[in-house]
């Protein structure tokens, strides 16, 4: 009786392919976070630049908000009215505008209101979870 060889096949088995595709998958989830990471500290590099940026602008305008003022007491003395009650007025003009933004600002608050469907829809899909 001739002994049979076993047949050679290049084809790989189930399990080393399975193997193979989560090597696969695990080196590609792990480049994509290394890109992630790069573009991430890129971005955030600009951004500390732009909130420095941001903040330099702020602090210029308050300078110049300051000078406007005391600019705009002067403008006032000019009418005869003494120096002491021309920077009065003008605190007085931003207060009143302080408390005009506050009153909008409180109104508007008012107005915020919690996204009643999204939890709403958020209880159901729980819900539906925790039957299945």
Do not use: N
């Amino acid at each position: 009786m001739a002994q049979r060889e076993p047949a050679v096949t290049d084809d790989p088995t189930i399990g080393k392919l399975v193997v193979d595709a989560s090597r696969d998958v695990s080196s590609l989830i792990r480049s994509e976070i290394a890109l992630a990471k790069s573009e991430l500290r890129v971005s955030a590099k600009a951004g500390g630049i732009s909130i420095g940026l941001f903040g330099a602008a702020a602090f210029l305008i308050l300078l110049a908000i300051i000078m406007f003022s005391v600019a705009l007491a002067y403008f006032l003395h000019m009418t005869g009215l003494d120096l002491a009650w021309c920077f009065l007025i003008v605190f007085g003009a931003y207060v009143l505008l302080a408390a005009l933004l506050g009153l909008v600002g409180v109104r508007k608050s008012k107005q915020v209101k919690a996204p009643e469907r999204a939890i709403e829809q958020a209880k159901e899909s729980k819900s539906l979870l925790k039957r299945s």
